[in-house]
């Protein structure tokens, strides 16, 4: 039995949506060295792949906003948005030519998805990451495949934890929402799957920003990605 299927009451399992960053790939060194090289670029001291792992689970612009006030050492409220603008321009540019230098898939993703997909449930990615450096990481890892929607943070207006993203992975699916579970790995993705009226998985090794993501009480909690599969026969 499915431990996602479990979650939804007796009804199918027909599709599964999927975030990015922190559930399926650990991008944290590749999004530090984008980051380091953008303030040193600009004659800021660089931050580290240890703080930026703090850091992630809220979009670029936050996680730029969080190395420009640690390198000028003033509350994040405090900063000039033409700043936080130059900064983020710049990070854009050198992530863009390094998103799979050193980005991994977490342990289990690959085997787990083929699982899935042999059994006939779609899926989808639906990340608050912008769609065009998500695309490409999809690609590297060969997952196009097997979820063909992506939903990226700059596909609508909203993102994570607006509820939109979600309802638009399940019409390109195809899948009704009631038969549809988000996977993922922050309080962002618990609350978009709350406002859709989905039952919601989270992985426990994900960045939630510093946070333990069950303090997000998450329908279910677990600590390999291969657990969200349940007992296989």
């Given at each position: 039995?499915?431990?996602?299927?479990?979650?939804?009451?007796g009804?199918?399992?027909?599709?599964?949506?999927?975030?990015?960053?922190?559930?399926?790939?650990?991008?944290?060194?590749d999004l530090?060295?984008?980051l380091?090289?953008?303030?040193?670029?600009?004659?800021?001291?660089?931050a580290?792949?240890?703080?930026?792992?703090?850091w992630?689970?809220?979009?670029?612009?936050?996680?730029?906003?969080r190395?420009?006030a640690f390198?000028?050492?003033?509350?994040?409220?405090?900063?000039?948005?033409?700043?936080?603008d130059?900064?983020?321009a710049?990070?854009?540019?050198?992530?863009g030519?390094?998103t799979?230098?050193?980005?991994?898939?977490?342990?289990?993703?690959?085997e787990?998805l083929?699982?899935?997909?042999?059994?006939?449930?779609?899926?989808?990615?639906?990340?608050?990451?912008?769609?065009?450096?998500?695309?490409?990481?999809l690609?590297?890892?060969?997952l196009?495949?097997?979820?063909?929607?992506?939903?990226?943070?700059?596909?609508l207006?909203?993102?994570?934890?607006?509820?939109?993203?979600?309802?638009?992975?399940?019409?390109?699916?195809?899948?009704?929402?009631?038969?549809?579970?988000?996977?993922?790995d922050?309080?962002?993705?618990?609350?978009?799957?709350?406002?859709a009226?989905?039952?919601?998985?989270?992985?426990?090794?994900?960045?939630?920003?510093?946070a333990p993501?069950?303090?997000?009480?998450p329908d279910?909690?677990?600590?390999?990605?291969?657990?969200?599969?349940g007992?296989?026969?």
């Open positions: 039995m499915s431990a996602l299927q479990d979650l939804l009451d009804r199918e399992l027909q599709a599964i949506l999927f975030d990015l960053d922190g559930t399926l790939i650990d991008s944290v060194p530090a060295a984008a380091d090289a953008s303030l040193e670029q600009l004659n800021y001291v660089p580290g792949v240890g703080r930026v792992r703090g992630v689970g809220n979009g670029a612009r936050k996680l730029v906003q190395g420009l390198a000028l050492e003033v509350p994040e409220q405090s900063l000039d948005a033409a700043l936080v130059q900064l983020l710049v990070f854009f540019e050198h992530y030519k390094q799979c230098e050193q980005t991994v898939l977490y342990p289990g993703v690959r787990a083929r699982h899935w997909e042999a059994k006939g449930i779609k899926m989808a990615c639906v990340t608050n990451k912008p769609a065009r450096f998500s695309q490409p990481i690609a590297h890892f060969g196009e495949e097997l979820m063909p929607v992506l939903v990226g943070g700059d596909t207006a909203v993102r994570k934890p607006d509820p939109a993203p979600l309802f638009l992975a399940c019409q390109q699916l195809g899948v009704p929402l009631a038969n549809t579970v988000m996977v993922g922050s309080v962002n993705d618990v609350a978009a799957a709350r406002a009226g989905m039952p919601v998985a989270c992985v426990s090794y994900g960045y939630n920003h510093g993501v069950a303090d997000a009480e279910l909690l677990v600590d390999r990605f291969l657990d969200l599969r007992n296989v026969r």
